[in-house]
């Protein structure tokens, strides 16, 4: 395929394409969907014309094959940085691994705040009693868990009016979702187990963690309760968030974004937008580009393209089918890489 010849911005304007100054969304986005088919690249995008009216934007990646930084050709670090000096836009690139390390899900320093109180820390032999009463020696979801304690904070962080999140692919991002439930069983199989032990116990000095205080570990539960019920309602109300998915034209592809969609149905996690992207089709036909302006597959001439086209046509017609009452968006697929501001812009011309 030919080799596309990036245009500079005024050029890119000059060939039609109307871009975007700002977007119609609610103060989170996430995008998420099956590995590979493009998040990164709409949540880069979608930022970058978030930020041009002015709204200080963040974007987040918390897939652990980051790719943000070579997106936004920007380095990215860990905590949230601005990376344009003309625009409000920040981003950062959250490390699970890391995030875990140097906090857990309530407490700083990787441990579990009060929890250990509770149930007395470590034994003799070095294990975590928390561990074996939930069925095995380390805590369900941890990684999502760091990843999620950050993510509250920047969605409370008043320097950003708008963050939007390139999720990890589909089977992480649905760990994340059901953390919550997780851990709110979790929650309650600690208080049932402290309960039922506390009459026992109960002239043991010291027994739910020598000089630890029980209470200490109640308002740590106390605390992580509300940081559930904080997560799912900003993840459940339509006016504060949008979970977009992202789906390549491909049968495959099709099937398992109707089952990502199903999943967030099912934890009331609203869903508007459905964007198909690297669609074989010209750029004129989606942002009102001059379609001498940019290379496009020869639909004509190309008996691949022709082919390929065809199998793409099915996976449309089965897509609008599958997500009818949701705004499908369709991005082409481009001659080159899509990475750098230029780019990104013409991607968020086509989500506009």
Same mark, same amino acid.
């Given at each position: 395929?030919?080799?596309?010849?990036?245009?500079?911005?005024?050029?890119?304007?000059?060939?039609?394409?109307?871009?975007?100054t700002?977007?119609?969304?609610?103060?989170?986005?996430?995008?998420g969907?099956?590995?590979?088919?493009?998040?990164?690249?709409?949540?880069?995008?979608?930022?970058?014309?978030?930020?041009?009216?002015?709204?200080?934007?963040?974007?987040?990646?918390?897939?652990?094959?980051?790719?943000?930084?070579?997106?936004?050709?920007?380095?990215?670090?860990?905590?949230?940085?601005?990376?344009?000096?003309?625009?409000?836009?920040?981003?950062?690139?959250?490390?699970?691994?890391?995030?875990?390390?140097?906090?857990?899900?309530?407490?700083?320093?990787?441990?579990?705040?009060?929890?250990?109180g509770?149930?007395?820390?470590?034994?003799?032999?070095?294990?975590n009693?928390?561990?074996?009463?939930?069925?095995?020696?380390?805590?369900?979801?941890?990684?999502?868990?760091?990843?999620?304690?950050?993510?509250?904070?920047?969605?409370?962080?008043?320097?950003?009016?708008?963050?939007?999140?390139?999720?990890?692919?589909?089977?992480?991002?649905?760990?994340?979702?059901?953390?919550?439930?997780?851990?709110?069983?979790?929650?309650g199989?600690?208080?049932?187990?402290?309960?039922?032990?506390?009459?026992?116990?109960?002239?043991?000095?010291?027994?739910?963690?020598?000089? !630890? =205080? #029980?209470? /200490?570990?109640?308002?740590?539960?106390? *605390?992580?309760? &509300?940081?559930?019920? %904080?997560?799912?309602? $900003?993840?459940?109300?339509?006016?504060?968030?949008?979970?977009?998915?992202?789906?390549?034209p491909?049968?495959?592809?099709?099937?398992?974004?109707?089952?990502?969609?199903?999943?967030?149905?099912?934890?009331?996690?609203?869903?508007?937008?459905?964007?198909?992207?690297?669609?074989?089709?010209?750029?004129?036909?989606?942002?009102? !580009? =001059? #379609?001498? /302006?940019?290379?496009?597959?020869?639909? *004509?001439?190309? &008996?691949?393209?022709? %082919?390929?086209?065809? $199998?793409?046509?099915?996976?449309?017609?089965?897509?609008?089918?599958?997500?009818?009452?949701?705004?499908?968006?369709?991005?082409?697929?481009?001659?080159?890489?899509?990475?750098?501001?230029?780019?990104?812009?013409?991607?968020a011309?086509?989500?506009?």
């Amino acid at each position: 395929m030919a080799e596309l010849d990036v245009e500079p911005v005024e050029r890119v304007e000059d060939a039609g394409v109307s871009l975007p100054t700002g977007v119609d969304a609610p103060d989170y986005v996430l995008y998420g969907g099956k590995g590979g088919v493009g998040k990164t690249t709409m949540a880069a995008a979608t930022a970058l014309a978030s930020a041009r009216d002015g709204t200080a934007t963040l974007v987040v990646s918390t897939d652990p094959a980051h790719s943000l930084s070579d997106t936004l050709e920007t380095e990215i670090a860990a905590e949230p940085e601005r990376i344009r000096e003309a625009i409000p836009l920040f981003a950062a690139e959250i490390d699970p691994d890391q995030a875990l390390e140097a906090g857990g899900p309530l407490g700083e320093g990787g441990d579990l705040g009060g929890f250990e109180g509770l149930l007395g820390g470590e034994n003799d032999e070095g294990e975590n009693p928390l561990g074996d009463l939930l069925g095995g020696g380390a805590i369900p979801g941890a990684d999502e868990a760091a990843a999620m304690r950050q993510l509250l904070t920047y969605l409370d962080d008043d320097r950003f009016d708008r963050v939007v999140i390139d999720t990890a692919p589909t089977g992480h991002t649905l760990r994340l979702l059901e953390l919550p439930e997780v851990m709110d069983t979790m929650v309650g199989r600690l208080l049932q187990f402290r309960q039922r032990m506390q009459g026992m116990f109960e002239g043991v000095k010291g027994m739910f963690g020598g000089d !630890a =205080d #029980p209470e /200490a570990g109640m308002a740590d539960l106390d *605390e992580l309760r &509300e940081r559930i019920e %904080r997560l799912r309602s $900003v993840l459940r109300d339509p006016t504060k968030t949008d979970f977009r998915v992202v789906m390549v034209p491909e049968e495959m592809s099709v099937v398992e974004s109707k089952r990502l969609l199903s999943r967030l149905e099912e934890f009331e996690i609203p869903v508007s937008t459905v964007v198909v992207n690297r669609v074989m089709e010209n750029l004129a036909d989606v942002a009102g !580009a =001059d #379609p001498d /302006a940019f290379v496009s597959p020869d639909l *004509e001439g190309c &008996e691949f393209c022709k %082919r390929r086209w065809k $199998v793409q046509q099915g996976a449309l017609s089965s897509a609008q089918e599958l997500f009818r009452g949701h705004d499908v968006k369709r991005v082409p697929l481009f001659a080159d890489e899509v990475r750098g501001e230029q780019m990104l812009e013409l991607v968020a011309a086509c989500l506009d």
